[in-house]
T-cell receptor
């Protein structure tokens, strides 16, 4: 059973639409992350948070924004979706250095 | 500049044989390494980790070896099973950070 949940699993949306990808975890982890992965490519860190009201941009520049108002919730928002945003978005959390727990991912297609 | 490299995009192995997946890194500050397994349309799942104070860590069929001088780690799966067919990512982090840098992955196919 998953302890970190991402919705939706799949999303096809038109250019210019605003979208929010949801990520919630029930493990009480302080640290949460968003990664972006294109097929055959590495996972790129786009946002991370080390706690409530703390957010940082990752190594890969992204037009998305995040918020962390509650420990368990770390949504990612695209104000105006474009075809270049088509990708898989993976949310993860960590309560210790031992590693991440990943969600199932959201596969986003912008047409 | 890729700090974590998996130079083999794919690997095919016969069922029952050993699978060896390789990973190289360039940042000497990395001191903690993970391997993840990923099926299509799912998030990665944690497999095994190793700290730089060790050169080997074993968990069932999975063993990770770390060669710090060569900045190289490898994942051995013995015996390989068809259910092991997936994409395997190695990831590295440096002490004091909680961020992991991932490689591009190696697609393993275990043939029955």
């Amino acid at each position: 059973e998953a302890d970190i949940y991402q919705t939706p699993r799949y999303l096809v949306i038109g250019t210019g639409k605003k979208i929010t990808l949801e990520c919630s975890q029930t493990m009480g982890h302080d640290k949460m992350y968003w990664y972006q992965q294109d097929p055959g490519m590495e996972l790129h860190l786009i946002h991370y948070s080390y706690g409530v009201n703390s957010t940082e941009k990752g190594d890969l520049s992204s037009e998305s924004t995040v918020s962390r108002i509650r420990t368990e919730h770390f949504p990612l928002t695209l104000e105006s979706a474009r075809p270049s945003h088509t990708s898989q978005y993976l949310c993860a959390s960590s309560g210790y250095r031992g590693g991440y727990t990943f969600g199932s991912g959201t596969r986003l297609t912008v047409v | 500049d890729q700090q974590v490299k998996q130079n083999s995009p794919s690997l095919s192995v016969q069922e029952g044989r050993i699978s060896i997946l390789n990973c190289d890194y360039t940042n000497s500050m990395f001191d903690y390494f993970l391997w993840y397994k990923k099926y299509p349309a799912e998030g990665p799942t944690f497999l095994i980790s190793i700290s730089s104070i060790k050169d080997k860590n074993e968990d069932g069929r999975f063993t990770v070896f770390l060669n710090k001088s060569a900045k190289h780690l490898s994942l051995h799966i013995v015996p390989s099973q068809p259910g092991d067919s997936a994409v395997y990512f190695c990831a590295a982090s440096a002490s004091g950070t909680y961020k992991y840098i991932f490689g591009t992955g190696t697609r393993l196919k275990v043939l029955a």
